[in-house]
């Protein structure tokens, strides 16, 4: 052969096909000096100058799952919103330990090996009879798939972020006028007037159709989006290895069978498994089925119509679900309204009506009349009149006359005076830890976004799509 292409190498065709090998050559070696850094490249997102690599998030995702029982397991690999959560709460952990890392090398803080060493001799997983034991920490280590070089740095780096964020947790002194503003404002009471006047009390007549469609063209209804769904079960007693294996066999066929142009109903004829239609839904009124879950049921308003799901392993088997119409929101015909329109028509009358009077008493009120079927209360802002009446005393200033529109009512209210609480004891107590509590969030909420601004996050877009799938 090498013969041959000596002896052909000085024919015209021989050249010709010798200088496309030799470009294919020189091709494959700029290739990989060009894409070669990319293809190394495991750094996932970048925060500041430091790194979060691909095997960081192997090792971390490693750990999380160990600590999961197996139906939280099962969920993060046959749930792609959980999956997409359990991978992005990773991330998030990642980037913060090494953002708080990274802050504690700016300050200048060191973890000694003694450090280390005392800390592993004081974990109580390494000892016996009080004691540290290299038996147990050999063994602890072996198990878990840690070298102790391994461990030693994920036990310094733990450290080394609790002497930066250790000042977050010390105890704040809650200032006492803080404490006594916030009691006075959430357990004052007031000493309030006011009068109920009902829609119910008025009564109107019955409206013409020229009085619905006028009445409509102000208060026009629409009809919410719905969506009509089906799904085949393929059911199995999935504690049960031979029938979840038998199952899911079946439901490959299935799937197979829908892909090959079957209905969702044919298929599941055939392979004599469950086909369910769903009546059609909306946001407001979802469907109520024992197989699908509230995960599932959400899917469905992200698929797309005439579209099929992965199959998706449930409590009660395999399930295959498809969109199959989606009806979007639109005005409602009036024909279609007419009789729910007559009662809104009537409660709008009633409604009138019963400002108009509550408007008259109003005036009377301001003009130095006594309020006519007035009730005098004293509220706190949880108890001693309707909810809307409440909002408003704490809302209106003392001795002012308003109108407080309700649900059903209209109250017309005079707020007379305002009464400092009775100091309980218990309730300040619970009320300076409730303010501690906010000061030391709002510090720590402040501590993270210099870390943020000081720290930049970015993520490796071409990395993490090639590693974790996804373009978000």
Known sequence: ?????????????????????????????VAEWIFGNVMSDTTLVRVGGDKVTVQQYNMERSRELATMSRDEMRNV??????????????????????????????LG???????????????????????????KFDTVLRNSGYSEAD????????????????????????PKFATSTMYNARYAERDIDYTTVKFDDFKVGKPTDDDLRTFYATHP???????????????????????????YDTAIKVEDA????????DAASKHKSKFVSLKPFSAGNLP?????????????????EGSESELIETKSGFVIMRLDKITPAHTAEFDSVKKTLADDWT???????????????????????????????NVSRTSGAPDDVLVAAFKSEIGSNSIVPGKNAFYVMTVKSNAKPTIDSKKSADLEKEVAKISARGITDDYNSFLIRENPVRVNEKVYRRFLGSNK
């Open 221 to 247: 209804q629409t009809v919410a989006e719905t969506r009509s769904a089906s799904y085949v079960l393929i059911p199995a007693d999935m504690s049960k290895p031979d029938e979840y294996s038998d199952a």
């Open 288 to 304: 109520s089925d024992d197989v699908l879950n509230d995960a599932m049921i959400s899917k469905l308003f992200t698929m797309d």
């Open 109 to 135: 803080f060191i973890v000694s090996d003694r450090r280390i060493a005392r800390e592993i001799r004081e974990y109580p997983e390494f000892q016996d009879n009080g004691a540290f034991s290299t038996l």
């Open 347 to 377: 409660r709008e009358e009633q409604r009138k009506q019963a400002y108009v009077r509550a408007n008259d008493i109003l005036v009377d009120v301001n003009a130095g009349k006594p309020m006519a079927n007035k009730k005098s209360t």
């Open 151 to 174: 461990f030693a740095e994920i036990l310094r780096a733990n450290v080394l972020r609790s002497m930066v964020l250790g000042s977050m947790s010390a105890p704040i002194k809650t």
């Open 77 to 106: 690999y046959i749930d792609p919103v959980a999956a997409e959560k359990f991978q992005n709460d990773i991330i998030s952990k990642l980037t913060t330990q090494t953002m708080v890392e990274k802050r504690g090398h700016e």
């Open 1 to 29: 052969m090498l013969e041959y292409l000596r002896n052909a190498s000085e024919k015209p065709i021989a050249k010709v096909l010798i200088t496309i090998l030799a470009f294919s050559f020189v091709g494959w070696g």
């Open 258 to 265: 829908i892909i090959g142009g079957d209905s969702l109903k």
